[in-house]
């Protein structure tokens, strides 16, 4: 079995950085890609940020030059790292691991997610 905890959400005033980071546990071999998504309320889930295996990252236009995702192979984690946050980027932020193998399988896992408050 596999989890993803994240940590690192709370409130913030606009303007403010947040941290986050989500760890991913269990009988894992490797992780192809981790990717952070966020759920505004009445809004669509959205993908912030993706970064693979081997580095390379992805970012939603809107958060570009703002947030930097990074990682950490060896503890199977990756953080998000968000500045000049705005009041409509709050959301629930979630951690999806791509591509998780275990020994007899792969599949994809979500993390519970983690709210991110930003006041005006």
């Known amino acids: 079995q596999v989890q993803l905890v994240e940590s690192g959400g709370g409130l913030v005033q606009a303007g403010g950085s947040l941290r986050l980071s989500c760890a991913a546990s269990g009988s894992i071999r490797s992780i192809n890609a981790m990717v952070w998504y966020r759920q505004a309320p009445g809004k669509q889930r959205e993908l912030v940020a993706a970064?693979?295996?081997?580095?390379?990252?992805n970012y939603a236009d809107s958060v570009k030059g703002r947030f930097t995702i990074s990682r950490d192979n060896a503890k199977n984690t990756v953080y998000l790292q968000m500045n000049s946050l705005k009041p409509e980027e709050t959301a629930i932020y979630y951690c999806?691991?791509?591509?998780?193998?275990?020994?007899?399988?792969?599949?994809?896992?979500w993390g519970q997610g983690t709210q991110v408050t930003v006041s005006s």
């Open positions: 970064i693979t295996s081997g580095g390379r990252t």
């Open positions: 999806k691991a791509d591509g998780v193998r275990l020994t007899w399988s792969q599949a994809d896992y």
